[in-house]
């Protein structure tokens, strides 16, 4: 072989291998490199559109939520919210002008514009407005108030938004029954809290001082805002009036408390015709709990029996002052149709039971003695 062969086949060989060892460890050119990525877009886009998990399907449907939501979707169009306005002077100029006091809930009554609430919601308000559910706002009328059962109802311009509740009674609820509230706490509109009945025959104290006894006990969320609004039973009835809360910080701590629907719908009905309720009276004042408490005495005391009452026409007698300056106390009513009196309240709230024109029998202590007398009641209007 002569050399000039001889050099031809080594820079042919060498040529060969300097091919081979470019195309296995060189980096891919700035072509093939965009046409690889533009052969891997396609994928990235699809990644992006079908970014997180797919819908898994419904494999369990509870009745009871569709209940739930039912009645929500049929009762919260009834409950509205409340807020209300008092007036203020400037201490300076001496201007009258209005600003925020509170807020509340309520329902409709009627189709007439009747709004049923608490009496604490309206309380020493100046001006009071009630949006609807389909977020009109009412100026509003406080036709009535009842504070010994703390409630109140308003009155708005009639309009095809009106949805009024219907009425279930109470006298046959259960503990443990499934219940509702819906109202607007803390400002927030149409919420719906739900538990059960966790205690009847409960009593609290209205804004007079009077028990409200009979109260319903619920540990349904109730909070600042609640008042005035219904607590429902599982057909979307009312069955009380959202009221009162036991809590030390002033928020929902597991306990609230609502007037039963069979106070309210005997004491509504009376605001509506009269502005207040029209009560049985027997016509006679009372003795000052306080000093009954000093004589270490149980009952209710007569004070003052007024001309040509019930009492009067009954023969009860008043406390009196006699010639010497000594005090003749009064006849202590003790009992009423068998009822046991001990206390003012007992009585006020013993007398709710009848109507104007009841006869009822009474057991007084007079002088140390028992006696019984029947009396004719007489209304308060």
């Not at 919210?81 to 925020?100: A, C, V």
């Not at 803390?186 to 919420?191: A, I, K, M, W």
């Not at 619920?218 to 008042?227: C, E, H, K, L």
């Not at 003749?328 to 068998?338: Q, R, Y």
Request: net charge negative; with cysteine; aromatic share 6%.
């Amino acid at each position: 072989m002569n050399k000039a062969t001889f050099g031809t086949i080594c820079l042919l060989l060498g040529l060969f291998i300097g091919i081979f060892y470019q195309c296995r460890w060189d980096p891919p050119s700035s072509h093939s490199s965009t046409t690889q990525q533009s052969d891997r877009e396609p994928h990235v886009v699809k990644a992006q559109m079908t970014t997180g998990r797919p819908i898994d399907p419904v494999t369990v449907v509870s009745t009871v939520e569709e209940a739930t939501i039912k009645l929500f979707e049929m009762s919260a169009p009834s409950v509205v919210y409340i807020t209300t306005t008092s007036q203020q002077q400037d201490s300076w100029s001496r201007n009258i002008y209005e600003i925020p006091s509170g807020t509340g809930s309520g329902f409709v009554w009627d189709e007439e514009g009747h709004i049923v609430t608490n009496f604490h919601v309206i309380q020493n308000a100046y001006h009071a407005k009630v949006t609807l559910s389909d977020k009109t706002s009412w100026d509003a009328e406080v036709i009535g108030f009842e504070e010994r059962k703390d409630l109140a109802v308003l009155k708005i311009k009639p309009n095809s938004a009106l949805r009024p509740l219907p009425i279930a009674s109470s006298f046959d609820l259960k503990v443990g029954q499934s219940v509702f509230a819906i109202g607007n706490p803390f400002g927030l509109d149409q919420t719906l809290t739900t538990g059960i009945i966790s205690a009847l025959g409960r009593e609290i104290n209205s804004v007079s001082g009077v028990p409200i006894r009979d109260v319903i006990q619920t540990d349904a969320a109730i909070n600042p805002g609640n008042s005035g609004g219904p607590l429902l039973d599982l057909s979307g009835r009312l069955i009380g009036v959202n009221t009162a809360i036991l809590s030390p910080s002033g928020a929902y701590s597991g306990i609230g408390f609502s007037v039963p629907v069979d106070v309210v719908n005997w004491v509504v009905p009376d605001l509506i015709k009269y502005g207040k309720v029209k009560r049985p009276v027997l016509g006679i004042e009372l003795v000052s709990q306080q000093s009954i408490d000093q004589l270490n005495l149980e009952g209710a005391m007569v004070l003052d029996v007024s001309p040509g009452s019930g009492a009067a026409k009954g023969g009860l007698r008043p406390t009196r002052r006699l010639g010497n300056g000594d005090m003749s106390l009064g006849d202590l009513i003790t009992e009423v149709n068998g009822e046991s009196i001990k206390s003012n309240n007992d009585l006020l709230l013993i007398l709710e039971k009848y109507k104007p024109g009841d006869q009822i029998r009474i057991k007084v202590i007079r002088d140390d003695r028992p006696a019984t007398l029947n009396v004719t009641l007489g209304s308060s209007l």
